[in-house]
């Protein structure tokens, strides 16, 4: 049995305004789910959402539907 490392990034559009998430997308196929956790807190928590709800979260955001504020 192996252990899976997650590869954690940020997404390109981040800045270094302190307010970003770190994903592992590695995850998704092996385990189905996408881990993400505050890239201000490295040992912090991680959250592991649904490979499927976290794309229809990225979507909903591609699309504008959470506004801009």
């Not at 998430?21 to 590695?26: G, M």
């Amino acid at each position: 049995m192996t252990t899976e490392t997650p590869r954690w990034f940020k997404s390109s559009y981040s800045e270094n305004g302190g307010q970003c998430i770190e994903v592992a997308a590695n995850f998704v196929v092996s385990r189905g789910v996408v881990p993400v956790r505050d890239s201000k807190n490295l040992t912090g928590p991680i959250l592991h959402f649904p490979a499927n709800s976290f794309a229809t979260f990225v979507a909903g955001v591609k699309a504008g539907e959470f506004g801009t504020d």
